[in-house]
């Protein structure tokens, strides 16, 4: 099976690593990074969203990849051949995978949401995504989006296509530590989750399970300040959103 891996980075941070890996794989890849590094197989863009670095990314794709791998810079990479395994069906068009957070209040959140996708997928982790080529190439491009990621799940789930939740594949990544960045990550995510929702209609399951959403956060409170930041996240991400927030861009709100 023909891959190419397209990697996703902000900044020159975490490149050299995520090239070591791949070479490790022994897999083609381009980078397309958001800070100028004379390196092989590395280009400049500057950052306009992941969706931007995606549509522009997919044209430095060979035209006989058969499946591309998005990969976001700052992960490492376990069970790669689980995941392949999944995409190497000829009736499977997207992969995800599990998403393991060193540190930090994420693991849970991510314990929780793994457990309703096993029944339902509500989101996307855009970590590491397999897509068949054709497929990607049908739905670019990809509209401004914060959450480009479940996008590209609504979008194939609305077009009948098989996903798979790979559990036995996952990366590890670090996510926010303090909790006024977990509320910002929340925020960030909960709108481009909106916009999706916008953009593409769902399983009624799936939209039911949003709309509810925000009446039903503030029980996140029992879990003590961890789920206060999430609740605001979720809030102010769904507030933003009916506002008219329809960028792909994100402006971080906490520094510290």
């Known amino acids: 099976m023909r891959l190419h891996f397209l990697v996703l ?42 969706y931007d670095a995606i549509n522009f990314g997919v044209k430095l794709v ?63 982790d855009g970590e590491l995504m397999l897509i068949k080529y054709r497929t990607l190439k049908e739905i670019l491009p990809l509209v401004p989006c914060k959450a480009e990621d479940t996008y590209v799940l609504f979008e194939l789930l609305k077009r009948g296509s098989s996903v798979i939740f790979c559990k036995e594949c996952y990366v590890e990544t670090e996510r926010t530590r303090s909790g006024r960045k977990e509320e910002d990550y929340k925020r960030k995510v909960t709108t481009g989750i909106y ?44 507030l933003d959103y009916i506002r008219g927030d329809r960028s792909g861009i994100w402006q971080t709100t906490y520094k510290n």
């Open 9 to 50: 980075a902000k900044d020159r941070e975490y490149v050299n690593e995520k090239i070591r890996e791949l070479t490790n794989l022994k897999v083609p890849y381009v980078i397309v990074c958001g800070e100028p590094l004379n390196s092989p197989n590395v280009v400049y863009r500057k950052p306009m969203g992941k």
């Open 195 to 238: 916009q999706a929702l916008f953009y593409v209609k769902p399983h009624p399951l799936i939209f039911l399970f949003y709309s509810l959403l925000p009446l039903v956060s503030p029980m996140l409170l029992i879990l003590g300040k961890t789920g206060y930041y999430w609740m605001r996240g979720i809030l102010l991400g769904f």
């Open 62 to 124: 060979p035209k006989d990849t058969e499946v591309v791998v998005l990969n976001d810079v700052d992960t490492k990479i376990h069970n790669f051949h689980a995941a392949l395994n999944h995409i190497s069906s000829e009736k499977t068009d997207l992969v995800f995978v599990r998403t393991v957070v060193v540190g930090g209040a994420q693991s849970r959140f991510y314990a929780f949401e793994d457990s309703i996708r096993r029944r339902l997928l509500i989101a996307a």
